[in-house]
């Protein structure tokens, strides 16, 4: 039922990514399941990584967690644990994976891969309930360091 | 899966406090000041490997505004539904020249209890049946008139019209026998993780009930109340209308509604509301 055909699809996609970044399908993890390596070889903005988090369209990280520092966005989800202080109990390396792919280190997740582009079953054309035609990753290569730069910021 | 699912959770739930705020309610449903509903019951035994106990309908995990509406008719929008149901019952339609009152006579004593047990296997056609399967083979067969879109408000209406006369009644759909292989089948695709978000049916009616995405309050997604007049869209809702929409919103491509996975489905979320009493038309958000 998994959709593997899709791969020619992704890498022609990360074939336009922009020089330096690290295309989905090449991401790294190393073998405590972190990954390492910036996505983008660009410092991320936590400025713009809070933006990521709260905009439905984007990451929307709030639907399922709590985040004191983000109190100004309307309600936050609780299927996930809340972030506050996560900078504290996490490196940037296990973030970024968290972020990228949450299955590789927690097995049965149902946190969303926001930096993948196979595996998966039925894939859809976004919201419209119509087949995927190719596959981009939920978010940027920019936009995942950016939500861990601002992970980085929550500490206790 | 499951198991380390929870571990998972569990190591990420350090240093926070369990939260029990939007925890569904234990208020009461009375219809109409008068019959009293079955809204939590002992969960059926083939629900036992999920390590739920109770079954909860919908209901409870609504606010009081939203609760009060269902709870009398007069409010219940989706009350308007069943009466133009019921003129569509008694209209002649399709080249027999009959309505479903020729066959049927009143709604109130030949539907009754219909609902509680649907989908349920048809043996002269060898088929199982949803409710509207069986109100299409009506229309075609019966009446020769052209069958309602599956989906549509003439057909949730239709329901509505027939699960109105089960109200009250504990749903009690068969799982065994001619229907097990549907069952199975509707089962493995309740726990299939669908689209580019990855969820299943399970992920968030089965491991997250009771917890909030944003600011909807993720129930067990029972279907006891179905057809269900939702105020997010002002309008009379089917099972498989909704079941589109769920897997549509797990970035999948969706199945059809009237689809053979989402009837297998339908069976299978059916099933894990026996107990529970037949709501529908419900109100919810």
């Given at each position: 039922?998994?959709?593997?055909?899709?791969?020619?699809?992704?890498?022609?996609?990360?074939?336009?990514?922009f020089a330096g970044e690290v295309a989905p399908a090449d991401v790294v993890?190393?073998?405590?399941?972190?990954?390492?390596?910036?996505?983008?070889?660009?410092?991320?903005?936590?400025?713009?990584?809070?933006?990521?988090?709260?905009?439905?369209?984007?990451?929307?990280?709030?639907?399922?967690?709590?985040?004191?520092?983000?109190?100004?966005?309307?309600?936050?989800?609780?299927?996930?644990?809340?972030?506050?202080?996560?900078?504290?109990?996490?490196?940037?390396?296990?973030?970024?994976?968290?972020?990228?792919?949450?299955?590789?280190?927690?097995?049965?997740?149902?946190?969303?891969?926001?930096?993948?582009?196979?595996?998966?079953?039925?894939?859809?054309?976004?919201?419209?309930?119509?087949?995927?035609?190719?596959?981009?990753?939920?978010?940027?290569?920019?936009?995942?360091?950016?939500?861990?730069?601002?992970?980085?910021?929550?500490?206790? | 899966?499951?198991?380390?699912?929870?571990?998972?959770?569990?190591?990420?739930?350090?240093?926070?406090?369990?939260?029990?705020?939007?925890?569904?309610?234990?208020?009461?449903?009375?219809?109409?000041?008068?019959?009293?509903?079955?809204?939590?019951?002992?969960?059926?035994?083939?629900?036992?490997?999920?390590?739920?106990?109770?079954?909860?309908?919908?209901?409870?995990?609504?606010?009081?505004?939203?609760?009060?509406?269902?709870?009398?008719?007069?409010?219940?929008?989706?009350?308007?539904?069943?009466?133009?149901?019921?003129?569509?019952?008694?209209?002649?339609?399709?080249?027999?020249?009959?309505?479903?009152?020729?066959?049927?006579?009143?709604?109130?004593?030949?539907?009754?209890?219909?609902?509680?047990?649907?989908?349920?296997?048809?043996?002269?056609?060898?088929?199982?049946?949803?409710?509207?399967?069986?109100?299409?083979?009506?229309?075609?067969?019966?009446?020769?008139?052209?069958?309602?879109?599956?989906?549509?408000?003439?057909?949730?209406?239709?329901?509505?019209?027939?699960?109105?006369?089960?109200?009250?009644?504990?749903?009690?759909?068969?799982?065994?026998?001619?229907?097990?292989?549907?069952?199975?089948?509707?089962?493995?695709?309740?726990?299939?993780?669908?689209?580019?978000?990855?969820?299943?049916?399970?992920?968030?009616?089965?491991?997250?009930?009771?917890?909030?995405?944003?600011?909807?309050?993720?129930?067990?997604?029972?279907?006891?109340?179905?057809?269900?007049?939702?105020?997010?869209?002002?309008?009379?809702?089917?099972?498989?209308?909704?079941?589109?929409?769920c897997v549509r919103d797990t970035r999948a491509e969706t199945y059809k509604?009237?689809?053979?996975?989402?009837?297998?489905?339908?069976?299978?979320?059916?099933?894990?509301?026996?107990?529970?009493?037949?709501?529908?038309?419900?109100?919810?958000?």
């Amino acid at each position: 039922m998994k959709v593997y055909a899709l791969t020619l699809a992704a890498t022609l996609a990360a074939g336009a990514a922009f020089a330096g970044e690290v295309a989905p399908a090449d991401v790294v993890f190393n073998e405590d399941g972190a990954i390492v390596a910036s996505l983008s070889g660009v410092a991320g903005n936590p400025a713009e990584g809070a933006k990521v988090m709260t905009n439905r369209g984007l990451g929307n990280c709030v639907a399922c967690h709590e985040v004191s520092a983000l109190s100004d966005a309307p309600f936050h989800g609780n299927v996930g644990p809340s972030l506050d202080g996560v900078g504290d109990r996490w490196s940037a390396a296990e973030l970024r994976s968290i972020i990228v792919n949450a299955k590789v280190m927690y097995e049965g997740t149902v946190m969303p891969s926001f930096y993948r582009v196979s595996g998966f079953t039925r894939p859809g054309d976004g919201y419209t309930g119509k087949a995927a035609t190719e596959i981009a990753p939920l978010l940027t290569a920019q936009q995942v360091e950016d939500v861990v730069a601002f992970l980085g910021t929550l500490k206790e | 899966m499951k198991f380390k699912a929870l571990t998972a959770v569990a190591a990420l739930m350090v240093a926070m406090p369990a939260i029990t705020l939007a925890d569904p309610d234990d208020d009461t449903l009375v219809l109409n000041g008068e019959t009293e509903m079955v809204t939590k019951a002992a969960a059926p035994a083939h629900m036992e490997e999920t390590g739920i106990d109770t079954v909860m309908s919908g209901w409870h995990f609504r606010n009081d505004d939203t609760q009060a509406m269902q709870a009398d008719d007069f409010d219940n929008p989706g009350m308007l539904a069943v009466e133009s149901a019921i003129e569509a019952w008694n209209t002649v339609e399709g080249e027999a020249g009959k309505s479903c009152a020729s066959c049927h006579g009143a709604a109130e004593d030949s539907m009754k209890g219909i609902r509680a047990v649907y989908p349920k296997w048809n043996e002269t056609a060898g088929e199982l049946r949803t409710l509207a399967m069986q109100v299409n083979d009506c229309r075609t067969n019966q009446m020769k008139a052209e069958p309602y879109k599956y989906d549509s408000g003439p057909m949730a209406a239709m329901e509505a019209l027939i699960s109105v006369q089960s109200r009250g009644m504990p749903v009690n759909v068969a799982i065994d026998g001619p229907v097990q292989a549907i069952w199975e089948k509707g089962k493995e695709l309740y726990y299939t993780r669908t689209g580019i978000l990855e969820l299943s049916c399970a992920s968030c009616h089965e491991e997250n009930y009771g917890n909030m995405i944003r600011a909807d309050h993720l129930s067990q997604g029972q279907i006891n109340g179905f057809p269900t007049y939702r105020l997010k869209n002002a309008k009379l809702n089917t099972v498989h209308g909704r079941f589109k929409g769920c897997v549509r919103d797990t970035r999948a491509e969706t199945y059809k509604p009237g689809s053979e996975e989402f009837i297998a489905l339908e069976l299978y979320v059916a099933s894990r509301g026996n107990g529970l009493s037949v709501e529908g038309p419900s109100v919810r958000n």
